[in-house]
């Protein structure tokens, strides 16, 4: 992983070397998105990467999905830290 990643996730990470929580998992789909967002800006017409976002999205949904019907504390912990739409 990238420098820049493992900085944006590590206040998720249950343990050093936790990389498949759903925590972190919605973190680093959370630091992709927002990559392929500032590259849309610049490239309107990039059909491939429109694809891998709404790709990215859903696949952050489906965690997200899971991590409020498992734990809502921790649900709303990240959202909150994300600044997502809880």
């Known amino acids: 992983m990238k420098p820049e990643v493992l900085e944006f996730v590590k206040p ?8 498949g929580s ?3 998992q919605i973190a680093i789909l959370t630091w992709e998105i927002s ?3 500032k590259h849309l800006e ?3 017409h990039d059909v491939d990467a429109k ?3 709404l790709k990215k999205v859903a696949r952050r949904r489906k965690y997200l999905r899971y991590l ?5 504390e921790r ?3 990240v959202a909150k830290k994300l600044k997502l739409k809880a």
């Open 51 to 53: 694809r891998a976002l």
């Open 68 to 72: 409020k019907s498992h734990d809502l």
């Open 42 to 44: 610049k490239h309107i």
């Open 12 to 19: 998720f990470q249950r343990h050093e070397n936790d990389n």
């Open 75 to 77: 649900y709303n912990l």
């Open 35 to 37: 990559e392929l967002q």
């Open 22 to 24: 759903p925590e972190v």
